[in-house]
């Protein structure tokens, strides 16, 4: 009965490729993120989407494409990898934009070769 | 812009004592949020705590208490009774009150604590 989920949990790829991330919440939320933490532990957004508005932090590159099949998903998609991906990816969900406590996936460690 | 402030990379506390985690942050919005999680060592993030601005009483869960200051603009997390279990990265956050950013969580640095037998 796990409320926020994510799968993988390690991805290793190679420089270049395509690569997809899958975030899945049974809370019933409407709002879910996906943050990127460094290698120095520090955490950033990089998208918020609620009711079908997504809201992307300017700094992240348009390789990066989230996409939501229903309320319940949100799947980071990330075209040509490089290096600097590497990190940690976090899938987080709460029940509205604005008001709530998020709640957090497992992550994915991401690491590209 | 929002900012949070962990100023201690680094604690060390003993079994069962008490234990205090810094946070102070800055904004100049009357209405926010301040969370603290926590990130042991297997990484996932896990919620502890939670105070709203408007709050009157400072937040407590279990073992866990927000010292909350709001003129000194701190949220320190209180641990009681430390437990081995508790040794892992402490986070503080509070929530962008911009819509433009999807009121998503601006972190601090991070505080690592390790508990002592």
């Known amino acids: 009965d796990t409320a926020v989920s994510q799968t993988p949990k390690y991805l290793v790829t190679q420089m270049g490729n395509d690569k997809s991330i899958k975030c899945e919440q049974n809370?019933?939320?409407?709002?879910m993120y996906w943050y990127k933490q460094d290698s120095k532990k520090f955490l950033k957004i990089m998208f918020s989407?609620?009711?079908?508005?997504?809201?992307i932090n300017e700094t992240v590159p348009n390789r990066f494409s989230p996409k939501s099949p229903d309320k319940a998903h949100l799947n980071l998609h990330i075209n040509s990898l490089e290096l600097g991906d590497s990190a940690v990816y976090f899938c987080a969900s709460s029940q509205q934009l604005g008001t709530d406590t998020q709640y957090f996936g497992p992550g994915t460690r991401l690491t590209v070769l | 812009a929002q900012k949070i402030t962990q100023t201690q990379p680094g604690m060390f506390v003993q079994e069962k004592e008490a234990v205090t985690l810094d946070c102070t942050y800055d904004t100049s919005d009357p209405s926010y949020g301040l969370f603290w999680y926590k990130q042991p060592s297997s990484g996932e993030m896990i919620f502890l705590i939670y105070q709203g601005s408007y709050d009157q009483q400072n937040a407590t869960e279990g073992r866990y208490s927000l010292n909350f200051q709001k003129a000194r603009k701190s949220a320190n997390l209180v641990i009681s009774a430390s437990q081995l279990g508790d040794s892992a990265m402490y986070f503080c956050?509070?929530?962008?009150?911009?819509?433009?950013?999807?009121?998503?969580?601006?972190f601090g640095k991070g505080t690592s604590l390790l508990v002592t037998p």
């Open positions: 989407y609620n009711n079908k508005e997504l809201i």
């Open positions: 809370l019933g939320h409407d709002t």
């Open positions: 956050a509070m929530r962008d009150s911009n819509s433009n950013s999807g009121y998503a969580l601006n």
